[in-house]
T-cell receptor, first 115, second 109 residues
Framework: GAVVSQHPSWVICKSGTSVKIECRSL??????MFWYRQFPKQSLMLMAT?????????EQGVEKDKFLINHASLTLSTLTVTSAHPEDSSFYIC???????????FGPGTRLTVT | GQNIDQPTEMTATEGAIVQINCTYQ??????LFWYQQHAGEAPTFLSY??LDGLEEKGRFSSFLSRSKGYSYLLLKELQMKDSASYLC??????????WGAGTKLIIKP
């Protein structure tokens, strides 16, 4: 149980375009979802935390107008990278946590390359 | 501020034992996690400690001392596939997960 999927697993896009990444909890209700970014050889960096039905809370230094997060249901959250630039190329990972649960369950990640 | 420290890199020999330490200073404490992350993949859960003491799970064990703000992950009978980064993370009083930078473990034959 506690499976989280991400789609797509990898994506290449041109500079200036927008990319949407989906994160789904397949067998549980995710009241809270987290979006992380990880650059090569660096640790996870939390970008934002979202609770179902409410606005996401962004970490300091993360542009909320550039990284749009929608957590519209208990099983789906989306991250849209708007007007992507090459420096946005990274490994984006989501995780999900159920009500009263202590553990975050991670998706497999999405590798974004902006050319 | 909140801080988690763990060694950047460690090297061990196949078949041996290695201990990866983690010290933390956080606003509140609601549990400590260890995750394993292979290059290019998402983290996978290894262990969770919320009370003092040792939790054993197969070849992996995790220890916690809340009074010392200290944990370690012990890996026995090391295998080449154990080469990965090991991430220590602490849940603070707001149930936010504070991440360490990770320890890259290199296993040599």
């Amino acid at each position: 149980g506690a499976v989280v999927s991400q789609h797509p697993s990898w994506v290449i896009c041109k500079s200036g375009t927008s990319v949407k990444i989906e994160c789904r909890s397949l067998d549980f209700q995710a009241t809270t979802m987290f979006w992380y970014r990880q650059f090569p050889k660096q640790s996870l960096m939390l970008m934002a935390t979202s609770n179902e039905g409410s606005k996401a809370t962004y970490e300091q230094g993360v542009e909320k107008d550039k990284f749009l997060i929608n957590h519209a249901s208990l099983t789906l959250s989306t991250l849209t990278v708007t007007s992507a630039h090459p420096e946005d190329s990274s490994f984006y990972i989501c995780s999900a946590r159920g009500q009263g649960d202590y553990e975050q369950y991670f998706g497999p990640g999405t590798r974004l390359t902006v050319t | 501020g909140q801080n988690i420290d763990q060694p950047t890199e460690m090297t061990a020999t196949e078949g041996a034992i290695v201990q990866i330490n983690c010290t933390y200073q956080t606003s509140g404490f609601n549990g400590l996690f260890w995750y394993q992350q292979h290059a290019g993949e998402a983290p996978t859960f290894l262990s969770y400690n919320v009370l003092d003491g040792l939790e054993e799970k197969g070849r992996f064990s995790s220890f916690l001392s809340r009074s010392k703000g200290y944990s370690y992950l012990l890996l026995k009978e090391l295998q080449m596939k154990d080469s990965a980064s090991y991430l220590c993370a602490v849940t603070d009083s707001n149930y936010q997960l504070i991440w360490g930078a990770g320890t890259k473990l290199i296993i040599k034959p």
